[in-house]
């Protein structure tokens, strides 16, 4: 097992990378099996947080409003990577959101990871829940705040010292890091003939959104556009408002 990497976490606002978003990055560099520096942003999606995403894991469209715009954030965490492998639990979640962004924004984000998750449903088969706080529990890991991004990334590397001190001799490969896979195509823009459309819809059935037009992509344009017209139907041509 290396002993150089950075463990991290993503909050999101969903479950799917094509459609959902970052929220919240917690990472840490770790060296020598020590952390060694910390990386934490909130990240201003654009979109209301849902309300199941806000109860899980107390991040309210207020605290996401002072947060950092996705690409300025994203080149932030890129920087503090460099070319280190990554660690999480259950890491191919979290890098799938990181590679969706990284191609939007026109990185590479090629990484080889270490997966907790894994590593325990292998060493720990008879455990009820391999759960990340349920480890803690395990293990007697301070969990800190669960569902922040930064205290779930260390959680996780305290877990995988605690993994590696009870099972590294017996099971050594499984600790290893792997190239990770996930395959992420570049989501285009909004057009200008969408927010045009999509701003006429919105002022002709009156409807009220705090979704930033401006910031979405062309799939996601397309998807509103659909739903604004299954619900409330289309503008007749007379009705289409400009300016």
Aim: charged fraction near 30%; aromatic fraction near 8%.
């Amino acid at each position: 097992m290396t002993d150089n990497y950075i463990v991290l976490d993503t909050e999101t606002t969903g479950l799917n990378p094509a459609r959902d978003k970052v929220l919240e990055i917690g990472a840490a560099r770790i060296e020598q099996g020590r952390v060694v520096e910390t990386f934490e942003t909130l990240i201003d999606t654009g979109v209301p947080i849902p309300e199941r995403i806000t109860e899980l894991t107390g991040i309210t469209d207020a605290m996401q409003a002072e947060g950092k715009k996705t690409e300025e954030a994203f080149r932030e965490f890129f920087d503090f990577c460099k070319d280190l492998p990554i660690l999480g639990h259950n890491i191919t979640f979290d890098f799938s959101f990181l590679k969706q962004m990284a191609v939007n924004l026109g990185y590479s984000f090629e990484k080889d990871g270490i997966d907790t998750l894994k590593i325990a449903r292998k060493v720990l088969a008879d455990l009820p829940s391999r759960r990340l706080p349920d480890l803690c529990v395990h293990y007697g890991i301070d969990p800190g705040h669960s569902h922040r991004a930064l205290d779930d990334a260390l959680a996780t590397h305290e877990l995988l010292q605690r993994l590696w001190k009870e099972f590294g001799e017996k099971e050594p490969d499984a600790f290893a890091a792997r190239p990770l896979q996930y395959s992420a195509k570049k989501q285009s823009p909004i057009t200008d003939s969408q927010k045009g459309y999509l701003n006429d819809l919105l002022k002709y059935h009156r409807i009220d959104t705090n979704i930033r037009i401006e910031d979405m992509t062309k799939s996601e344009a397309s998807r509103m556009i659909d739903k604004i017209i299954l619900n409330y139907g289309r503008m007749p041509k007379s009705g289409r408002r400009t300016g």
